[in-house]
C-alpha cells in the first residue's frame, strides 16, 4: 500500500510564513572586479537591491537574475579557457536559465558546444539568439561555422556571407575561404585570401595558415606554394617545415617522398620533438625498408604525443615484417588501448586486430588469435563500402588512424575554425579567485530571488534558488528557515529534511519546526524517524486529522499501535464529516490487513463525497488482494470515471482484463498507462507478455526489451527468451534464459 499524502490538504495552514530578505551587501560593487558597466555582475546586483528596498521586486529579480546569468557566464568563459569544458557548459546552461535574454551567455553557449563538437546543441543556441537579434553578427558566423563541420557547405557559405556583410572581419573571411574551397569555388576563395593578404602586413602566419586551408582541401600546390612564402619570410618559423613535408607526402610519388623526407628533417633540426615529422618519417623509411631508423623515429614520435595510436600501429607493422611477434602484441594492445581510436576509421581498427591476430597465432596463442580475427571481422564489416583491408605488409600512403594526417582532416578544420573564434572576456584573476570574489553575491542573489518567488507562492522555484544560493554561500542568516518552509510548501519532502534538522537541532522546542520534520520524514517512508519527530510532541500536537493521521500511521509502522489508536481517534473525533479523514484511516486499516474495517472507511468516504480521487481506487486494491477480481475491476472502472488518466487504475484493470482473457481491452489499457509512464517497467512487461500470447511476437519483443531496459527482473528474461525462441533468435534466447537462471530466486519452478 503506498503511503497516504491526503493529509497535506489540511497541513499547510498550520504553520505562520513569513521570508526574511539576506542583509544588502554595502561594498557589493567592491567586492568582484568593480566595474561599474553593465557587462559587471555588481551593477546588476546593486540595481537589484535599490529596487527591492523601493519594494518594486519584479525590477529587482529581473536585475538579480541578469546579474546571476552574467556571473555565471563569465564564471564558464573561465572554465573553458582552464580546460573545463564540462564544468563551463554547465555554468553556461545556469546562465542562460537564469536569463534567457542574455544573449551574450547564447552565444558563449553556443560557442563552448561548438567547440566540445556538439554542433545540434551549438546551432540550437545560434539560432535562439538570431530569433531575438536577426543581425546578430556572432550568430551569423557560429552558425556558418556549425553548418561547415557539419557538411553543409553551401549554408555556411551563405551565413558567413552574411555575417561579412554585417562586419569585415578576419576570422569570417578565412571561414568563408575555407568553405569555397570545400565547394570548389578556388576562384573565390583565392579573391578572399588576395584580400586578407592585401590588409593585413604580409607574415608568415598568414601564409601558412593559408598554405593550411588549401592543404586541408586538397590543393596541394597552391599550399605549397603558401608554405614556401611562409619560410621565406621566416625560415625559423614554427611548423612551416613540417606543413610543406606533409603537403608532399600527400602529393606521393618518389620525387615528393624525398622532398617530404628532407623537409621533416628540416623541422626535427630545430625542433627534435615534433611529432607530425617524426611520424611521417618513421613511415617513409618504413616503405622504404630502412627498418632501423624507422623504429627510431616512430618511437620518437610515441614519446612525443604518448595518447596518439599512430606510431604504435606502425611499430605493430614493422616489428610484424621482423617476426618480433610479442613485441607486436605489446604495441597494438597498447594502440588499441587509446581513446583516440575509438574516432578511427573502422578499416584501421579491423587492421590492427588482423596483426594481433597473425601475432597470437605466431606464439601459439590460437584462442586470442580467433578472438582478434573476429573482431577483426566484426570491425571491417562496419565500414561501408566493404573495402578490403589493406594488407599490413605492404606500404600504404593512406593515412592511418589517429595519424597526423587523419588528426587533421578530421579535427584541424575544427581547430582552425575554433582558433580565432570569439571568447568572452573573462576575468584575469583564477577560477578559484573569481568565485571567492563573486560566491556572497550570487549566494544573496539566489537567496533573495527565493524570498521573492515565495512569497507569490511559487514554492518549487524557491526551493531551487534556496539552493543555489545554499552552494554559494551557506552563511545567510534565515537561509535554512527560508529553505525549509519553501520546499516544505513545494512537497519537496527530501530537500526540506536537511535545512529541518539544522533548525530543530538548534531550537528543539519548536514545534512547528517538529511537526515539519515529523512530517517530511512521513512522506520520505522514514516511519521510524517520523515517530521519534513526533514522540515528544505526541501529547500536544493540533486537532488537525491530517497531521493526527499522519503521526498516528508512522506509528504503527513503527510498532507502536497504542499511540497509533489514539492518534487516530483524535483524528476521527476532529474530522468526522470529513472524507480525506475516512479515505486515510481506510488505508492505514489496509495496510494492517484490517480489510473489513478498510472498506467501511472507503465507503464511508465516498459517502461523504461521490467523487473523492483514490476512494474507488483504494477500495479496488483491498478487492484485488482478497482474489475479488469481478468487483475490483469496477472499482477501478469508477476511479477511471472520475478519472480516465488514473494510471494505477489502468495498469490493474488491465491485469485483471488479461486474467478474464480480454488480451485488446487489456493492451488498449497497457498503452495508455505506457503513454503516461513510458518508464513503467511492469507495463512494458504486461503488454510484452500479452502481445506474446496474441502471437505478435516482434511487438512483445520490443515490449519485453524495453522492460528489461528499465529494470531487468527474472520473469521478463523468461518470456524474452520465449519470444526470441519464436522469432528464430536461438543464440538470443538462449542467452536470456541463462540470465533468467541466474537472477531467479533459488528453488523457485520456471513460470
Known sequence: MSTPRGCLVWLMPLFCISWAFAPALASATQTAQGRNDLTSPETHFDAAQTYQIAGDFDRAASEYKRGISIALEQLGNLKVATGDSPGGLESLRKATQADPGNLDAQIDLGIAYFRAGDYDNAKACALRVLESDVGSFQAQNLLGKINFMQGNFESAAEELQAALAITPDF????????????????????????????????????QALIGQAYRQTGYLDQAVERFKNALKL???????????????????????????????????????????????????ELDAGELQAAEASLQGAHRSTPEEPGPLLLLGRLYSQQEKW?????????AISQPSMGIAPASQVALAHQMLSKAYSAV????????????AKQSGEKESGG????????????????????????????AMLVEKEKKTEAPASSEAQYVHAVAKLLGNAYHNLGVMDARKGAYADASEEFKQAQRWDNSIPQLDRNSALAAFRAQLYSDAIGPLERLLQNSPKDQDLRQ???LSYYMMNRF?????????????????????????????????TSTAERLFSRAFESGDATPEVHLMLGQAYADQSDNPQALAEFKHALELNP????????????????????????????????????????YQLAYIRLQQHQPSEANRLLAEVIKQQPSNSDAHYQLGKALLEQGDVHGATRELETSIQLHPTDYAYFQLSNAYMRSGREEDAKHALETFEKLKPKNVAVP
Open 387 to 414: 573495402a578490403d583491408h589493406p594488407s599490413p605488409e605492404k606500404g600504404n600512403h593512406t593515412p592511418d588512424a589517429a595519424s597526423p594526417e587523419f588528426i587533421d582532416s578530421q579535427a584541424r578544420l575544427h
Open 234 to 284: 621566416d625560415p625559423a618559423y614554427p611548423h612551416a617545415h613540417a606543413y610543406l613535408g606533409m603537403t608532399y607526402f600527400t602529393m606521393g610519388g618518389k620525387q615528393n617522398l624525398d622532398l617530404a623526407r628532407e623537409q621533416f628533417r628540416l623541422e626535427l633540426a630545430k625542433s627534435p620533438t615534433d611529432y607530425s615529422s617524426l611520424y611521417y618519417l618513421g613511415l617513409i
Open 516 to 518: 515539519m520534520l515529523g
Open 364 to 375: 601459439g596463442q590460437s584462442a586470442d588469435a580467433t578472438q582478434e580475427l573476429a573482431l
Open 528 to 560: 521510524k524517524d517520523s515517530a521519534a519527530t513526533f514522540r515528544p510532541i505526541v501529547g500536544s500536537l493540533p486537532a488537525n486529522p491530517g497531521l493526527l493521521l499522519s503521526a498516528g500511521i508512522a506509528f504503527v509502522k513503527a510498532g507502536e
Open 171 to 206: 576570422d569570417v573571411a578565412y571561414s568563408l575561404a575555407l568553405t569555397n574551397l570545400q565547394l570548389k569555388k578556388l576562384p573565390q576563395a583565392t579573391v578572399l585570401f588576395d584580400e586578407m593578404q592585401a590588409s593585413l602586413a604580409d607574415t608568415p602566419e598568414l
Open 611 to 650: 467523487r473523492l480521487p483514490d476512494a474507488h481506487y483504494y477500495w479496488g486494491m483491498v478487492l484485488f488482494k482478497s482474489g475479488e477480481l469481478d468487483e475490483a475491476a469496477k472499482h477501478f472502472q469508477s476511479e477511471l470515471d472520475l478519472n480516465s488518466k488514473h494510471p494505477q487504475s489502468l
Open 326 to 334: 610479442l613485441a607486436v602484441i605489446s604495441v597494438l594492445r597498447q
